[in-house]
Every structure is written in structure tokens, then in C-alpha cells.
């Protein structure tokens, strides 16, 4: 059974900066990728970036492009999102997911294996 657990939330001034943690573990394929998302109160969950193992692949969501960064520590089985620039905007619930092979779309993840999420708050 896949295990994911999120961590590294909390609240943050407006321009402050968070990293957050993906420690997954429990699968067994070779390649896989590993998203994170975000649901704020009130609003649908989007997908925010991801990056593909082993070819390290990563896109963002437009919103966060230049402020965001998504790393991983194959050691560690551990993927972080370093958020700098934050925005009370940016405000929601982070949630990490797996999904076995090289990322095809936002969609997919909706099948993946989520960890239980972090908050994030953005204080104005």
C-alpha cells in the first residue's frame, strides 16, 4: 500500500516563504510522478506542479511560476515544494499524490495515492 505524508504547513507573512515535504513510500515502480495540489476554502482543488521520477520533469501552474520550486531527494523518497513569494492567494490545503509512470495530465492524479494534506496560510 502506497503511503504519503505531507508536511511543513503553517502560517507565513505575505511575501514569506514555506518548504513543504512528500515522503512517499510503499510502491515498488520504477517511474512514477508526484504532484502537488491545492484546495482553498470554497473552491475546487488544482493541480499546482509535479515532476516525474527518474527524468525529473516539473511544470507549475501559472500562478505560482517563478515563486514555486519542486525538488526531489530520491534518497529520501521525499519530494519538496519550496514556496517563496507567498500570497495570502496562496492560502489552502496542500495535499501530495502519486501516480505510477510520466505525468499525461492533471487528471490522472485523481486515481493517484493522496496523503492527508498541510495547510498553508498567507497572513496579509
Known amino acids: 500500500e502506497v503511503h504519503v505524508v505531507e508536511s511543513g504547513g503553517g502560517l507565513v507573512q505575505a511575501g514569506g516563504s514555506l518548504r513543504l515535504s512528500c515522503a512517499a513510500s510503499?510502491?515498488?515502480?520504477?517511474?512514477?510522478?508526484i504532484g502537488w495540489f491545492r484546495q482553498a476554502p470554497g473552491q475546487e482543488r488544482e493541480g499546482v506542479s509535479y515532476?516525474?521520477?527518474?527524468?525529473?520533469?516539473?511544470d507549475y501552474e501559472d500562478s505560482v511560476k517563478g515563486r514555486f520550486t519542486i525538488s526531489k531527494d530520491n534518497a529520501k523518497n521525499t519530494v519538496y515544494l519550496q514556496m517563496n513569494s507567498l500570497k495570502p492567494e496562496d492560502t489552502a490545503v496542500y495535499f501530495c499524490?502519486?501516480?505510477?509512470?510520466?505525468?499525461?495530465?492533471?487528471?490522472?492524479?485523481?486515481?493517484?495515492?493522496w496523503g492527508q494534506g498541510t495547510q498553508v496560510t498567507v497572513s496579509s
Open positions: 499524490v502519486v501516480i505510477p509512470g510520466p505525468y499525461t495530465g492533471w487528471g490522472p492524479f485523481s486515481y493517484g495515492s
Open positions: 510503499g510502491f515498488v515502480f520504477d517511474d512514477y510522478t
Open positions: 515532476i516525474s521520477i527518474p527524468d525529473g520533469d516539473t
